[in-house]
């Protein structure tokens, strides 16, 4: 099975404004860019199971000069909540790193 981790040379997550998180996948090369690019296991039902998603709210916009993939979904709460662990989404790409793409 190839995951995440094996067909990006980088992966991260950040704040897109208060109301959005936004992904940004670096796959290794051309190839396995246009392998994966709209692989379902990065579909709008992925993000629902491992972030809590709207699913109607994920967007997916590829880059084929750059061999990436951004994907960005609504924010279930605004940015700065009582209960906010990582005010910047600077952590959540890890739960991407295993996706089973195949």
Known sequence: MTTVRDVCRHVRSKNA??????????????ESFALYQD?????????????????????RYPVPDLNVVKI????????????????HCGQQFVRLLDVKLD
Do not use: C, H, I, K
């Open 17 to 30: 404004g208060p109301y959005w998180v936004t992904f940004d996948l670096f796959f290794d090369g051309a």
């Open 39 to 59: 692989s379902p296991a990065l579909g709008p039902q992925a993000f629902e199971r491992l972030f809590g998603a709207d699913p109607a709210l994920v967007r």
């Open 72 to 87: 960005s979904y609504a924010r279930t709460a605004p940015q700065g909540g009582m209960v906010e662990r990582d005010m």
